[in-house]
């Protein structure tokens, strides 16, 4: 069955840093791969996906990440973090027909 | 446009009341539709999904239990609510097997 794991349980950066979260994954066939963000009380909001294709992928609020294969990982970055990053993301894949799983998730703390 | 509504936002029940939840999507048909409960570091564990009316598969044995009595309605029941209830329920849609996940807002339940 697939995995998602999270190392990461918080990270802090400045604002205007480099943010990289880490995602990796096991799977037994092509990975559908998914970033999602979720503010306090809120449901989740998908920033980006990764079906197939080129392996650098575009994501809303500028966010982007990579699907490198050889290293089973799928990690989000944003080159410059704003105060309004701060929340809860989420890696996720889906794991066999009709279900999704996701990752423990990553806490994001942005210091001004 | 697609949209999810998901009520209540905030629930406060006794043990040993029922419960009831209700998740309706709008702007589509035959949606796949998904209950997951979200712990605090523990991320998102599925409890249903379903792909279609009357059709319910339960992915943990628990006190809950899910319906669908209508193509974009999907509730979360459950007889006698215990402790281990209590937290944060999302309901979700997609539209393929295939497509990314869609989140209500979420209820958060405190069962006291």
């Known amino acids: 069955a697939q995995s998602v794991t999270q190392p990461d349980i918080h990270i802090t950066v400045s604002e205007g840093a480099s943010l990289e979260l880490r995602c990796n994954y096991s799977?037994?066939?092509?990975?559908?791969l998914f970033w999602y963000v979720q503010s306090p009380g809120q449901g989740l909001q998908l920033l980006l996906k990764?079906?197939?294709?080129?392996?650098l992928v575009q994501g809303i609020k500028g966010f982007e990440a990579e699907f490198k294969r050889s290293q089973s990982s799928f990690n989000l970055r944003k080159p410059s973090v704003h105060w309004s990053d701060a929340a809860e993301y989420f890696c996720?894949?889906?794991?066999?027909?009709?279900?999704?799983?996701f990752g423990t998730g990553t806490r994001l703390k942005v210091l001004a | 446009s697609q949209t999810i509504h998901q009520w209540p936002a905030t629930l406060v029940q006794p043990v040993g009341s029922p419960l009831s939840l209700e998740c309706t999507v709008e702007g589509t048909s035959n949606p796949n539709l998904y209950w997951y409960r979200q712990a605090a570091g523990r991320g998102l564990q599925l409890l249903f999904y379903s792909v279609g009316i009357g059709q319910i598969s339960s992915e943990v044995p628990q006190n809950l239990s899910a319906s669908r009595p209508q193509d974009r309605q999907f509730i979360l029941s459950s007889k006698k609510l215990l402790l281990s209830d209590s937290g944060f329920y999302l309901c979700?849609?997609?539209?393929?097997?295939?497509?990314?996940?869609?989140f209500g807002s979420g209820t958060q339940l405190s069962v006291l």
């Open positions: 990764y079906f197939s294709g080129d392996t």
């Open positions: 996720a894949t889906r794991s066999g027909t009709y279900k999704y799983i």
């Open positions: 799977y037994g066939a092509t990975p559908y």
């Open positions: 979700a849609w997609s539209p393929t097997e295939w497509a990314e996940l869609f």
